[in-house]
């Protein structure tokens, strides 16, 4: 992992009636704020800013995986749309299923880790169904528009900033795994737009008004079949993006709204925010981190995935506001109709076998955790994040500076992290020293960093004031990148 500049939040800021975007590259911004400026609303900008990140998050984002996301109508309950992956096996499965390839990757920090990837570790994929249920709900600019800025993305190719270039220089033998998949990913990227023209052609297709199943269901179906994948061609049909009741908790002068079950990210961040003493909470907060976990995560281990996440925040000139957390895993190396797709059955630290282990059709857990706090006085701020295991630990620091300790969210995104895991608390550099002796008192041993790095998350947040006022905050740590409209 790669450090990260001394700059601690990426903003901007403007005036009643405006829209912001907040998010982890400069294409996904783009795309967002463009449909902002036609005159669409956050679900427009959401889903575009989806597709765009894609091509410009290619490692993180991808029609291949799934995700999450919370949307706020003023005066309504939020909703969350669960797009995430399925265990797959309806219909026809192959006999004799391509085993899985087992990958060791060492990242900058010296860490090894193996990897289970190859067509038999692919999920039933959720995005696009996903994406297009959220247009549908709640979308006001025609399809061909909103995937438009993705298109020409991939057709022209994009320049992919520092953060994106290390993703794929890391797991880079994944993504040679395949032949499809190494030339898409083809080293070096210093210096060389990345472009997919297979992605450009499948949203031609869509956007002309071609069905999700010919443009893309049959042949992501077809291709992973011809390898022997377990996803099958009855799978992509009957997948279905679920609307799901927000778990809520009130902190302070607001509600706070989340992923519910079956992730259990949400539920984390809810417990560990309530385990913690009013006043002066760091010391405790290792502490919390760790029970809220042990009782939401163990018990939900079967199915539970974390990895390769980014997230995207808007909200629009009328108030209304999205929180879009997805992630495509750790990518398997295979591509299908210029899709990357994910590895969510071979992630190594839930069944390191890769065996099957869920009814086919059954959701997979997440840790992706969007969400959206209601203030009393009607401000609105959507937020989320990246960072895997990292994700409870990031929104639950942010969501107890801004609410307990009333920073404005620049401060709080931009504050050292820390992130308690069951062996290791590992600190990042800026703690005042009586709270990183509070920490190291009684604890697990403490891991300090150098600096600021990308392993703890990128918070990409939103707000809006009672006078509608809008603010955007992105996090430096992984590409961070802001627009008001």
Do not use: K
Not at 87 to 111: D, I, K, Y
Not at 463 to 484: E, F, I, N
Request: hydrophobic share 45%; glycine share 12%.
């Amino acid at each position: 992992m790669r450090g990260v500049s001394e700059q601690i939040a990426v903003t901007a800021s403007g005036a009643p009636g405006m829209g912001a975007v907040a998010a982890g590259s400069g294409l996904t911004r783009d795309a967002a704020a463009h449909m902002l400026r036609l005159g669409g609303s956050a679900h427009d900008a959401v889903v575009a800013g989806a597709f765009a990140a894609t091509v410009g998050e290619p490692t993180l984002a991808s029609l291949g995986g799934g995700g999450f996301c919370i949307t706020g109508v003023p005066g309504e309950v939020p909703v969350v749309t669960d797009f995430f992956v399925d265990m797959p096996g309806r219909g026809a499965a192959p006999a004799r299923p391509e085993p899985m390839t087992n990958l060791s990757v060492t990242f900058t920090s010296g860490v090894r880790q193996d990897f289970h990837v190859g067509w038999s570790s692919v999920a039933v994929p959720g995005a696009l169904t996903g994406l297009l249920a959220l247009h549908a709900h709640g979308g006001r600019l025609p399809l061909s528009e909103v995937l438009a800025p993705a298109i020409a993305a991939a057709r022209e190719g994009v320049m992919l900033d520092a953060v994106q270039v290390d993703f794929i220089r890391v797991i880079g033998p994944i993504l040679q795994l395949t032949p499809a998949s190494a030339a898409l990913f083809a080293p070096p990227l210093e210096g060389r737009a990345f472009r997919n023209v297979a992605y450009a052609d499948m949203l031609d297709r869509l956007a002309s008004g071609e069905s999700p199943e010919a443009a893309y269901s049959a042949p992501v179906a077809a291709a992973i079949s011809d390898h022997a994948g377990l996803v099958t061609h009855a799978d992509l049909l009957t997948y279905a993006a679920v609307p799901r009741v927000p778990i809520r908790v009130r902190r302070g002068q607001a509600w706070i709204w989340t992923n519910p079950p079956p992730a259990f990210g949400g539920a984390i961040v809810l417990e560990a925010l309530a385990l913690m003493p009013s006043g002066d909470p760091w010391g405790a907060l290792p502490d919390a981190l760790r029970r809220a976990t042990r009782r939401h995560r163990d018990g939900a281990l079967p199915g539970q995935v974390a990895r390769g996440t980014t997230h995207l925040s808007v909200v629009d000139s009328e108030g209304c506001a999205a929180a879009l957390s997805i992630s495509n895993g750790s990518c398997s190396g295979t591509v299908a109709a210029g899709v990357a797709l994910n590895n969510m059955l071979g992630e190594a630290d839930l069944h390191p076998g890769g065996a099957p282990y869920l009814p086919a059709g059954e959701r997979l857990r997440s840790m992706m955790a969007p969400t959206i706090v209601i203030g009393d006085d009607g401000t609105v701020t959507a937020l989320g994040t990246g960072g895997s295991e990292r994700i409870r630990s990031a929104l639950t620091q942010v969501l107890l500076r801004t609410l307990d300790e009333g920073q404005d969210l620049a401060d709080a995104i931009g504050a050292p992290r820390l992130h308690a895991g069951e062996a290791l608390i590992d600190l990042e550099p800026g703690w005042a020293p009586s709270i990183t002796a509070r920490i190291r008192d009684g604890h697990s041993p403490v891991r300090e960093w150098p600096s600021r790095d990308l392993y703890f998350g990128g918070v990409h947040a939103v707000r809006r004031a009672p006078d509608g006022r809008v603010t955007a905050v992105a996090d430096p740590r992984r590409g961070g990148a802001v627009a008001v409209v």
